[in-house]
């Protein structure tokens, strides 16, 4: 029995361990099982990796995308530019687990958004800047968008602005915002990013990596002012199944 599972904490956020699931279930694979292992500090992955599972992969979700990498005995391409992973192969070389990372954020993004960004969209801003916010901005690069990282902390750096400085003209010019961040996540659904939504207009286009709720108040910002609005289900669909080739390789 091959055995996969998901690295995070909290989960109860997560969709991983219902769609593998449910995949095994429909596809008929018989030789497969997933597990959730949320665990508080990243060390406790030495005592998973060492148990007597199975283990053939891992999907990976915050806060451990970058934290995972020491743990790790080789990046792919991907995994390397952003300095972080979120799929963990697990082949065997000299008697030995071997642990590659990979990172499907990218590849999830650029996929999802480019169905129903206009392409005439040429700047955007990412909120955040962790793992999953240079993901966006690798997959903003491929499909030649220019973007800023919005921060809360001051940095004086021509790709960064932090939330104070975000303004009419700022929030005008750039019709692509992204939120990276855990703000509005289930179940702190009553948070959002701290920007000026009321310069938010119908040419705008809003994606929320976040997927529950369905709808953030991001998003019902966004809405508001006839923006166009997407959430983050379909790049984990898309991300998910990326996995499961990496896996199955």
Not at 27 to 49: C, G, M, Q, S, W
Not at 66 to 83: G, H, R, T, V, W
Not at 196 to 212: A, G, Q, R, T, V
Request: proline fraction near 4%.
């Amino acid at each position: 029995m091959r055995t996969f599972g998901l690295i995070g904490y909290p989960l109860t956020h997560s969709f991983s361990k219902k769609y593998f699931l449910k995949k095994f279930k429909d596809e008929v694979i018989t030789d497969a099982e997933y597990l959730n292992f949320p665990i508080r500090h990243i060390n406790e992955f030495k005592e998973i990796i060492n148990s007597d599972k199975n283990f053939a992969g891992f999907n990976v979700t915050s806060p451990y995308k970058q934290e995972i990498i020491p743990f790790l005995d080789e990046l792919d391409s991907s995994a390397q530019k952003i300095n972080a992973v979120n799929v963990i192969k697990i082949t065997e070389k000299n008697k030995r687990k071997y642990l590659k990372g990979y990172n499907t954020d990218i590849y999830g993004f650029r996929e999802s958004l480019k169905k129903k960004m206009n392409p005439e969209i040429k700047n955007a801003l990412i909120l955040g800047t962790g793992g999953a916010a240079k993901a966006v901005s690798c997959a903003l690069k491929n499909l030649n968008v220019n973007y800023k990282f919005v921060s809360r902390k001051e940095k004086y750096h021509e790709k960064f602005i932090s939330y104070k400085k975000l303004n009419k003209d700022i929030i005008s010019e750039n019709l692509l915002i992204v939120n990276a961040t855990p703000l509005g996540i289930y179940p702190r659904i009553n948070q959002k990013p701290d920007i000026p939504y009321s310069f938010l207009s119908e040419k705008h286009h809003l994606f929320d990596l976040i997927y529950n709720p369905s709808q953030t108040l991001f998003l019902t910002e966004g809405k508001k002012r006839g923006a166009k609005i997407q959430n983050g289900l379909e790049m984990l669909h898309l991300q998910a199944e990326k996995a499961w080739k990496i896996f199955c390789e």
